[in-house]
């Protein structure tokens, strides 16, 4: 029987496929765009993998007590100090006409082959993070150690490309735990993966690529469990929960953020189900990587004082106020600051989304904020016809995204009582943004009858891709233009 | 429509961007150059148009399939409700 095209059903998986396929040329496309080191923080974190991968061990802190360059520094290794100063001059009108290969990249190659053209002495703003994502750096830096230090950058770039898909899967099949709308589901992979900052930093060496990635599957996991509560899972997911969460906190501390939720469900199932011994074994299963590590990683970082280096950012005075007041009189300014670097700030802050922009988003905020009081409106008056979405699964989400902006300006918070300022940006929030794709399609596809959801989906991905393309000009205007 | 209302003043913004971004890009030719240099040469043009190409025609599909799938669900007859009395 030959089924026809109209009959034929998306499983998850072939959408799951259709994101990684479109999620891999996107990345790719995004590392074509910028230039090596110019995504920021990238000299640091690829130094960090680069000291890794030469002396077989992390870069520690070496007590000499000057302060740490924030961008470059006259102890980053010869080849990746003669990249910055060459990124550096070509720049917008300043590259070599009709020519596509200009004679520095012949000096980098030439410079790879010298081992101590590779070698920085590791004193760098990023040697107080945890490993995980340096060390799986360290493959793909390997893997080309004796190429040029750009195919070296671009190479690792790719291993975030790989957490970009599987943060922009996950969110997907996160959704498909909410709202029975698959086209709704796709769209919230979408959102995710066209994200303007999100497609930055994971095409980025950058650290921040791997909470992406172990974020959204973190939460795929949690709304999967939290779900039902009264049905215990197998041990074994408890265990992949509390592993992936140890990797997200061995990559970048935000993963701290995430392991709340997990506290949280695992409460919830034991509440329901506090007899069962399954439940106490699912939960120990969850708690006990993260003991284990955490603790001991916690232990040695503590035994080592490698907490806070001093740095080169600019200090402020310290604040004395609680945290309660400190968020009642964050300036607006700042506030700004990070609405805006969450959806597009690229580096300086001329090279920064316009408020057209932002504005814009607000506005899909606040279609959101309507839509959310009628999908609670629908459920209360309405249940039978309301079960395409699940309320708890929304409030989880939107759980998630509060906790996590809290979360984050907490640690903004403990800076500032250091007397640093202004360290947090707004992709800092980026790991809750597959919590907030979703509360933004539930809620708009609230406001509109089923048949209508689909159509809703096509609003919001035009939406994103308007965004994505907006971007991509941006930034491209930024380093090629005239 | 508020929402394909929004979706349109995105497209809108997008079109901005691209009016104000391609007058600072210069020929095709000009661009493609600048955009090859210091970067690995599976990320030089010509390779890096197989990556925009297929990106490009992804999205374009995803768009049109959105939009199209969209509007014939919305436009789709309700389906009839069958009268539980009525004889089989």
């Not at chain 1, 012949?106 to 081992?115: G, P, Y």
């Amino acid at each position: 029987m030959n089924r026809s095209h109209a009959e034929r059903r998306w499983s998850d998986r072939r959408l799951a496929l259709f994101i990684a396929v479109l999620g891999l040329f996107k990345g790719l496309v995004w590392m074509a765009m910028t230039p090596p080191l110019k995504i920021a923080d990238e000299p640091t974190h690829f130094e960090n993998i680069a000291y890794r991968a030469e002396f077989l061990k992390r870069p520690r802190y070496d007590g000499g007590g000057r302060p740490i360059g924030k961008v470059m520094h006259d102890g980053a290794p010869p080849e990746v100090f003669h990249l910055w100063h060459v990124t550096n001059r070509y720049f917008r009108g300043k590259y070599l006409p009709n020519v596509r290969v200009v004679p520095e990249e012949q000096e980098l190659r030439n410079m790879a082959a010298v081992d101590k053209n590779r070698e920085g002495d590791g004193q760098i703003t990023s040697m107080a993070y945890p490993g995980v994502y340096y060390d799986l750096g360290v493959v793909a830096y390997d893997l080309f150690r004796h190429s040029s230090v750009i195919v070296r950058i671009y190479a690792v770039r790719f291993v975030s490309v790989l957490f970009g898909i599987v943060a922009a899967i996950a969110s997907f099949l996160a959704a498909r735990q909410v709202f029975d709308s698959r086209t709704l589901a796709l769209t919230v992979g979408l959102l995710v993966m066209l994200q303007p900052m999100e497609s930055q930093m994971t095409a980025a060496v950058n650290n921040d690529a791997a909470i992406l990635g172990f974020g959204a599957v973190i939460f795929y996991l949690q709304l999967r469990f939290f779900r039902e509560p009264q049905t215990v899972p197998h041990w074994r997911w408890g265990l992949l929960l509390g592993v992936i969460n140890t990797l997200a906190i061995l990559s970048k501390p935000h993963g701290y953020g995430l392991a709340a939720g997990s506290v949280f469900v695992c409460l919830a199932l034991l509440y329901k189900n506090r007899r069962s011994r399954a439940a106490w074994l699912f939960c120990t299963s969850v708690a006990l990587p993260l003991a284990v590590v955490v603790l001991a990683y916690q232990w040695q970082t503590h035994h080592e004082g490698t907490a806070l280096v001093p740095s080169a950012t600019a200090h402020s005075a310290t604040i004395e106020t609680d945290f309660v007041t400190f968020l009642s009189t964050l300036d607006e300014t700042y506030q700004s600051y990070l609405f805006r670097s969450t959806f597009g700030q690229f580096g300086w802050l001329e090279y920064a989304l316009s408020s057209e922009w932002t504005d814009l988003i607000r506005a899909i905020g606040g279609l959101t904020w309507y839509g959310f009081i009628a999908a609670i409106a629908a459920r209360l008056l309405w249940p039978d016809d309301s079960r395409w979405l699940s309320i708890r699964g929304l409030l989880f989400s939107l759980g998630t995204v509060v906790f996590s902006v809290l979360f984050i300006l907490y640690i903004e918070y403990l800076f500032r009582q250091g007397g640093v300022s202004g360290v947090i940006q707004g992709r800092s929030f980026l790991f809750a943004y597959p919590a907030a794709a979703i509360i933004v399609c539930s809620c708009w596809g609230a406001l509109v009858p089923a048949r209508f959801r689909t159509l809703t989906g096509a609003a919001l991905f035009t939406c994103a891709l308007a965004l994505h393309i907006g971007s991509i000009l941006l930034i491209g205007r930024y380093h090629y233009g005239s | 429509m508020l929402q394909i209302r929004i979706a349109l003043l995105f497209v809108r913004a997008a079109r901005t961007e691209w009016d104000s971004a391609r007058a600072g890009f210069g020929s095709l030719a000009q661009l493609t150059n600048r955009a090859s240099q210091l970067k690995p040469n599976t990320f030089k043009f010509p390779w890096t148009w197989v990556y925009v190409g297929c990106f490009a025609a992804i999205l374009i599909a995803t768009f049109c399939w959105f939009w199209i799938h969209g509007l014939r669900e919305a436009m789709a007859p309700e389906p009839e409700e069958r009268d539980p009395t009525a004889r089989q």
